[in-house]
């Protein structure tokens, strides 16, 4: 195994150049493929059926010899060989605990714990009280995070939900620093708060907050920082229940940093191939995690790299958000096509009724076909065209190559909106 | 200097004399630390007139008042944040759990403090290969994650179930092939209903060996039933939120066993002195645990001391079932419920001319009742009413209310607890 002894501490790694880092990882990974390869009945099964054996895997390209595995595959392997689907590395009974997940899927907990956090060593926390409050129960939510504040020095509250004005009196009472959560619990707290009669401002000590897991937070998080004065502490992190932290922001609000604890690809969720940065695709997760070895976890979120330098000093890459789910989204000549885009592109157009865009790959090229129904069929077709193929090049960055008008009731009400009939 | 103990395995083979000796050595360090760390202990301590480098043992605070859960909640009011009772900073603390009150318990980093729950979860019969569903409550309570924590130290897997989601903790239990579980005695019996209904077979379709369900009276009935019809053998704890696991049953089953680490008292409520083995009184405890030094602290539980040597060989103290609760304070489902919860709730509801909260016990689950008298009948929902109280009073007492009964004038007495304890076990 590596030698854990000239290992490098998480602040070093993050602040190394690229070529030194990528060494590193490049040195961890090798370790922990030939470890789970051994170790976890699951990945030699799926290394071995596609022909690729651990030495293969030199390099961080070379992972793309690896098929991914997704939630859905977990769920199946975990159903017909339970409960860990061979993917633990380890007797089951020296586990420190089991979660589940919705799924149901079961998770052990890692000695890694949630992940390293943003490097963050015991006297990040030192000093401030926080409260906690997503639920300890059941998923890993509440104890992983409590275990990763703990370790970062900060003395924890495990208020978990419910209780709201139980939750403003200890606020109140324990002159509490910081809150972790959701953003919309954190506004019924302040709400309550006001109602109660406080000013929350004055008469609160809360300066910061982590939030997430939840669409739509953007403008609670504004409204906590500018009206309430509470740092949104960078802006996300972004964990799962299956790999822990991956990526965590950082005092200059740039995106997420991804952990040094794992390998983390953008690929196309289609071919697993690795993408550029810039480009979007499908977050997949190497964790270095010598207890449950997911290698080449496909997350089903989409992001992408981002590689300048961030102000923080801080060297590795960020994801600036996550950008949605890699089921909806389709992948057409190198683009992501997501029905979000399309509808806004689509959806301004009166005439049209209904849509389908249906891409299929005749001669190794993909095509990209919109078929329309129309609300009213006395218009002008070539001038509907012209208009909306300049919109949804605007908008998709990707050309339609024709427009079917089809007849009215041809498109289900529930109907995909983009269709992949694409054969390789 | 620090409070230390020998092994407890050591220790419980003590004679009492040898045993009393060690911890009237501890609890003099102990005295003097709390006295320096602790301002309102200080306080206690000199309003009592007790000098710390005179305390030689426990003999010299017969004359300190106990420390009661009342007293808490008051202390935790006039001296925040923790009461002027605990040792360390707030921000030195891992963790800081919440009881009702609010009382802000300290997470415990004393070494003697989880010796001695990790003596408590071996000596229940918890060991390394274990996989067992923790269903006390996680979140503010210290209860879920102290027992975690005790069970993890011991080498066992620990689900962290929490309470409720029946079904899925039969999922989960038959899944894991769960071999241990820990709880209330009515959850324990609900997902056991439950698997049945499921059409499960407990004795085959279950890798259960063992469930340590307390936190109730009189489990005595249903843990026969248990052991016998499914096979499954039962143990016992003692535990308050304040001072954490104090006493176990062994295998003779005979009583609990109060922990090493622990100096016990059993105080009789009408004289203040100690009781004889076989007679009723209050169980007052000193841990040996330099973060939170409560000195003396009354429970309020009441039972019966034995003395008379244990066939398992441990040379402990032991107490019997709890029999009551010393004042108001009624425990119910685990919970402990004050007339001091229930006030402020109750406060909210004008249209209330009197209100007693009766607990009970049919079919072997405690039952909370709310009787309301109101003070007219006219233009009142009454459907409306039943659903605020009903939530109002659950949030407040954390704890929900079976039932909401309105009664006739007369019924509750001018003169009344605000909380009674009808149960019959």
């Known amino acids: 195994m590596e030698n854990k002894q000239s290992r490098p501490l998480p602040q070093e790694l993050e602040r190394m150049s690229a070529k030194d880092r990528q060494k590193h990882l490049e040195d961890r990974m090798r370790g922990i493929i030939v470890y789970a390869y051994e170790k976890a009945p699951a990945v030699k099964e799926r290394f071995d059926k596609a022909g690729v054996k651990p030495e293969d895997i030199r390099t961080i390209k070379d992972l793309e010899k690896v098929p991914m595995v997704r939630k859905d595959d977990l769920i199946a392997l975990q159903k017909s060989n339970p409960?860990?689907?061979?993917?633990?590395?380890?007797?089951?009974?020296?586990?420190?605990?089991?979660?589940?997940?919705?799924?149901?899927?079961?998770?052990?907990?890692?000695?890694r714990g949630f992940g390293a956090g943003g490097g963050q060593g015991p006297g990040f926390g030192k000093g401030q009280i926080v409260m906690n409050t997503w639920s300890y129960h059941v998923t890993p939510a509440g104890l992983g995070v409590d275990q990763l504040l703990i370790n970062m020095g900060f003395t924890v509250v495990p208020s978990g939900t419910g209780n709201t004005e139980l939750q403003v009196q200890i606020m109140k009472d324990l002159k509490v620093n910081g809150f972790v959560g959701t953003p919309s619990f954190l506004k019924i707290i302040i709400d309550k708060a006001e109602e109660m009669g406080y000013n929350f401002k004055k008469d609160f000590n809360l300066k910061w907050a982590m939030v997430g897991g939840e669409m739509g937070g953007e403008s609670l998080r504004k409204l906590f920082q500018e009206k309430y004065g509470i740092l949104c502490m960078g802006g996300d992190t972004y964990a799962t229940a299956d790999v822990g932290t991956v990526a965590t922001g950082c005092e200059k609000q740039n995106g997420m940093h991804i952990t040094a604890d794992a390998i983390v690809e953008i690929v196309d969720p289609a071919t697993g191939k690795q993408l550029e940065p810039g480009e979007v695709g499908e977050i997949v997760v190497t964790p270095f995690d010598e207890v449950y070895p997911l290698i080449r976890f496909g997350t089903g979120d989409l992001s992408t790299l981002v590689d300048e330098p961030c102000g923080c000093g801080r060297t590795t890459p960020r994801l600036p958000k996550i950008m949605g789910r890699s089921g909806e989204a389709v992948r057409v000549r190198g683009m992501f096509v997501h029905p979000k885009q399309t509808d806004e592109a689509i959806g301004r157009f009166q005439e049209i009724k209904k849509y389908q865009l249906v891409v299929s790959r005749p001669q190794d090229r993909d095509e990209m076909v919109l078929k329309v129904e129309l609300a009213d069929q006395a218009i002008d077709k070539e001038k509907l065209k012209n208009n909306l193929d300049k919109n949804f090049r605007d908008l998709c960055k990707v050309k339609f190559d024709r427009m079917d008008f089809v007849a009215a009731g041809s498109i289900p009400n529930d109907a995909k909106k983009i269709v992949d009939e694409r054969k390789y | 200097m620090k409070n230390t103990l020998p092994s407890f395995e050591k220790m419980e083979k003590m004679s009492q004399k040898?045993?009393?000796?060690?911890?009237?050595?501890?609890?003099?360090?102990?005295?003097?630390?709390?006295?320096?760390?602790?301002?309102?202990?200080?306080?206690?301590?000199?309003?009592?007139?007790?000098?710390?480098?005179?305390?030689?043992?426990?003999?010299?605070?017969?004359?300190?008042?106990?420390?009661?859960?009342?007293?808490?909640?008051?202390?935790?009011?006039?001296?925040?944040?923790?009461?002027?009772?605990?040792?360390?900073?707030?921000?030195?603390?891992?963790?800081?759990?919440?009881?009702?009150?609010p009382i802000y318990d300290p997470h415990h980093s004393s070494e003697t403090f989880w010796q001695r729950h990790v003596y408590i979860g071996k000596s229940v019969g918890f060991q390394p290969g274990d996989i067992v569903v923790n269903s006390w409550m996680y979140n503010l309570v210290p209860a879920g994650l102290?027992?975690?924590?005790?069970?993890?130290?011991?080498?066992?897997?620990?689900?962290?179930?929490?309470?409720?989601?029946?079904?899925?903790?039969?999922?989960v239990m038959k899944q894991l092939k769960v071999t241990g579980f820990i709880g209330t005695t009515s959850f324990f019996m609900n997902i056991i209903t439950k698997a049945e209904e499921m059409g499960l077979d407990i004795r085959k379709d279950f890798n259960l060996k063992r469930a340590i369900i307390g936190?109730?009276?009189?489990?005595?009935?249903?843990?026969?039933?248990?052991?016998?019809?499914?096979?499954?053998?039962?143990?016992?704890?003692?535990?308050?939120?304040?001072?954490?696991?104090?006493?176990?049953?062994?295998?003779?089953?005979?009583?609990?066993?109060?922990?090493?680490?622990?100096?016990?008292?059993?105080?009789?409520?009408?004289?203040?002195?100690?009781?004889?083995?076989?007679?009723?009184?209050?169980?007052?405890?000193?841990?040996?645990?330099?973060?939170?030094?409560?000195?003396?602290?009354?429970?309020?539980?009441?039972?019966?001391?034995?003395?008379?040597?244990?066939?398992?060989?441990?040379?402990?103290?032991?107490?019997?079932?709890?029999?009551?609760?010393?004042?108001?304070?009624?425990?119910?489902?685990?919970?402990?419920?004050?007339?001091?919860?229930?006030e402020p709730a109750m406060a909210k509801f004008p249209q209330v001319a009197q209100y007693q909260a009766v607990v009970t016990r049919p079919a072997n689950r405690d039952e909370l009742t709310l009787k309301v008298e109101l003070k007219t009948q006219d233009g009142i929902d009454k459907d409306k009413l039943l659903t605020d109280l009903t939530t109002v009073v659950s949030d407040a007492l954390r704890i929900k209310v079976d039932r909401v009964e309105f009664v006739d004038k007369g019924v509750i007495p001018e003169w009344h607890k605000l909380i009674i304890d009808e149960r019959v076990y």
Not at chain 2, 151 to 171: D, K, S, W
Not at chain 2, 280 to 292: H, L, Q, S
Not at chain 2, 303 to 329: F, K, M, N, Q, Y
């Open chain 1, 83 to 111: 409960p860990f689907g061979g993917y633990l590395a380890v007797p089951m009974d020296s586990l420190e605990r089991i979660y589940q997940s919705p799924g149901p899927i079961y998770d052990p907990q890692r000695k």
């Open chain 2, 18 to 101: 040898e045993r009393q000796k060690l911890l009237d050595e501890q609890l003099k360090w102990l005295v003097t630390y709390a006295y320096e760390k602790a301002p309102s202990t200080k306080a206690r301590l000199d309003a009592a007139g007790i000098v710390p480098s005179k305390v030689s043992g426990i003999k010299d605070l017969e004359n300190l008042p106990l420390l009661r859960k009342d007293n808490l909640v008051d202390l935790y009011k006039n001296y925040p944040p923790l009461g002027g009772l605990v040792t360390v900073p707030i921000t030195k603390l891992e963790r800081v759990y919440v009881s009702p009150g």
């Open chain 2, 215 to 342: 936190g109730e009276m009189g489990g005595g009935p249903i843990r026969k039933l248990v052991e016998e019809k499914y096979g499954i053998a039962t143990g016992d704890m003692y535990a308050t939120a304040d001072v954490g696991l104090l006493a176990f049953e062994c295998s003779a089953k005979s009583g609990m066993h109060i922990a090493e680490g622990v100096v016990f008292e059993m105080i009789s409520y009408e004289t203040g002195k100690q009781v004889k083995s076989g007679e009723v009184g209050e169980i007052v405890v000193t841990p040996i645990d330099e973060t939170y030094p409560l000195i003396r602290f009354g429970t309020g539980d009441l039972a019966t001391l034995i003395e008379e040597p244990c066939s398992c060989g441990r040379t402990s103290p032991r107490i019997s079932r709890l029999l009551g609760r010393v004042g108001d304070a009624v425990r119910t489902r685990g919970m402990f419920i004050h007339p001091r919860q229930l």
């Open chain 2, 146 to 171: 102290m027992i975690d924590e005790s069970l993890r130290r011991n080498g066992v897997t620990v689900i962290p179930m929490g309470v409720g989601n029946t079904e899925l903790q039969v999922q």
